[in-house]
C-alpha cells in the first residue's frame, strides 16, 4: 500500500504527491519472494527494508545510493547508465509489452487516468495479437447460433 513518501528534504514521511499516488499496488511474486528474503535482513534493524549494505544502517541520500551501489552495479552488469527513476518506466513499458491490461498499468503506476498512461508508453502497449480475435473466440459460438 502506498500512502505516504519519504523525502531527504522532509525530516518526516509526507503525503504522496497527488491523491491517485495513494493506491493499493498487485505484487508480483518474484518481486514479494525477493522483498521477504531482504526482511530477514534488515526487520530487526528499524524496520527499513532497504539498507546500506556496506554500513548496514539506513540509506542517508539518493547520491549515496547513486554512487555507492547502483552505478556499480549497472556497470557489474554492462548496462549503460540510467538513472534509478528509470525503473519505473522500465516496469511499465514491461508490463505493456507482455500485454498487461492498460488499465492495471495505470493503476499500479498511480497515475489518474489511462490516458496518462496510453500517452506516455503507447509504443509498448502489445499489438501483437490478431485484433478482434479475443471477442470472436468469446462471443463468436454465440452470434453463430443466433443466425441459425
Given at each position: ?9 522532509a525530516?518526516n ?5 497527488t491523491?491517485?499516488?495513494?493506491r493499493?499496488?498487485?505484487?508480483l511474486p518474484h518481486?514479494?519472494?525477493?522483498l521477504?528474503n531482504?526482511?530477514q535482513h534488515?526487520?530487526?534493524q528499524g524496520g ?11 540509506w542517508?541520500?539518493?547520491q549515496?545510493?547513486r554512487k555507492?551501489?547502483?552505478?556499480p552495479l549497472?556497470?557489474?552488469a554492462?548496462v549503460?547508465?540510467r538513472n534509478p ?6 516496469f511499465?513499458s514491461?508490463?505493456l ?6 488499465a492495471?498499468?495505470s ?17 509498448w ?6 485484433h ?13 447460433n443466433?443466425e441459425?
Amino acid at each position: 500500500k502506498i500512502n505516504k513518501a519519504h523525502t531527504y528534504a522532509a525530516k518526516n514521511d509526507e503525503s504522496t504527491k497527488t491523491k491517485s499516488s495513494n493506491r493499493e499496488i498487485d505484487m508480483l511474486p518474484h518481486v514479494e519472494d525477493a522483498l521477504i528474503n531482504q526482511k530477514q535482513h534488515t526487520l530487526l534493524q528499524g524496520g527499513k527494508v532497504f539498507l546500506n549494505p556496506h554500513t548496514g544502517k539506513q540509506w542517508t541520500g539518493d547520491q549515496q545510493i547513486r554512487k555507492g551501489f547502483w552505478i556499480p552495479l549497472l556497470k557489474k552488469a554492462d548496462v549503460r547508465y540510467r538513472n534509478p527513476y528509470q525503473t519505473r518506466h522500465t516496469f511499465a513499458s514491461m508490463m505493456l509489452s507482455a500485454g498487461e491490461n492498460l488499465a492495471w498499468v495505470s493503476a499500479q503506476m498511480g497515475h489518474s487516468n489511462v490516458l496518462i498512461t496510453a500517452k506516455t508508453y503507447a509504443r509498448w502497449i502489445n499489438n501483437n495479437e490478431q485484433h478482434g480475435s479475443k471477442a470472436a473466440e468469446m462471443y463468436g459460438q454465440h452470434l453463430g447460433n443466433i443466425e441459425n
